[in-house]
Structure formats: C-alpha cells, structure tokens
C-alpha cells in the first residue's frame, strides 16, 4: 500500500471503533429515554417531564435489576422468564446472540477464567492460547489428578470448546485475560500497540 492509503486506512481504523461506540451509546440513550419517557408521562402530567427523564430512570432501573439477580428466587423467576422467550424461534437467534456476546466479554465470565495458557495444538506444530477454566476436578472420579479444563475460544466468532487435558499439555502465560481475549478475537491482528511499528 502506498503512504496516502496507509495513513487513511490507520484513520478509518481509530474512527470506526469510536463512531460505532458512541452511536451505540446514543442508541441505547434514546432508546430508553423513548421507552422510560412514555411510562413516566403514563403516571404523571406531561408539564413534569424533562427531556433526559428517561434516561435517567433507566441507570437506577439498570442497577436495581442487578440486584435482584443476585437473589437466587429472583434469578430463578428471570431464568423461566429466559427459557420462554429462547423457545420462539426468530426471537431465540436473536436474544442468544445479544447475550452470549455479552456475556463473553463481560467481567463475570472473565472471572472465571483462572489462567490463560499456551495449548498444543494436536498436530504437534503449533500453539493455540486457551483459558483454564477448572483445576481441580474433586468428586469426578473419570477425570485423572493432573487433568485440568481448558477453554478455547473462537476468532471472529463467538464460542468455543472445552478441552479436558493434562497440565503438562499447557504453558501458562504473563498474559491478562483483556489481552488474551482481545488477541484471540481479531486473530493477534489487534494486539499491543508497541507492535505497530512491525507492520510493513
């Protein structure tokens, strides 16, 4: 690529990332203000509505719904709540996909990820970066002693598999799970900063 298309390409790729970002966050904003907004001018004069309502009932309700899906009736209630609404098939394409990726990237499922590792991939001539996710398997009689869980996730995609391995089939890493799902992701081609300047 010549210089001109170099520079304007590294521009499209730093403002594409943000314009997506914030027009996410504009989306999200109206949409609640559009949806909060009406109920509030259900229940009180429309003279007391504020442009900005809406959406500032939405941060509280936000908050309080995580809450009560930290009490185990009120996450049973949202779990049938779940179970029903992924039975309709369009809807269920949807609703998974929204929520799987999420939940993939979010700091629960991070949470679980115990150390990320080097996995040799089987041919034997190559590495695949992967997360333990259990290291002791205490009560499960099939599984050896020196078998752990190791998570492999997808590029491009999301998803993965579980692979049951023995520990010295993996090589942890000094690696945080960001960075590793970040690099995994977009297949190492967004990485560390520093290694732009590698880039021919």
Known sequence: MNPISKTFFKGLIAIIPLTLTLYLLIWLAGTAEFVLGNIFKTFFPDSWYVKGVGFLLGLPLVFF???????????????????????????????????????????????????????????GYGQQIGFITVSDFDGITFIADDQIAVFLPFSYQLGGYTVIMSRNNVVPIDMSVEDALRFIATAGIVGNVNDEKNIT
């Open 65 to 123: 719904l995580g809450g009560f899906l930290e009490s185990r009736t009120f996450l049973r209630l949202f779990t049938i709540l779940e179970d029903l609404v992924i039975q309709i098939p369009f809807i269920k394409s949807i609703y998974t996909a929204i929520r799987d990726f999420v939940f993939f990237f979010s700091g629960e499922r991070k949470g679980k990820f115990k150390q990320v590792v080097l996995v040799k991939v089987h041919s």
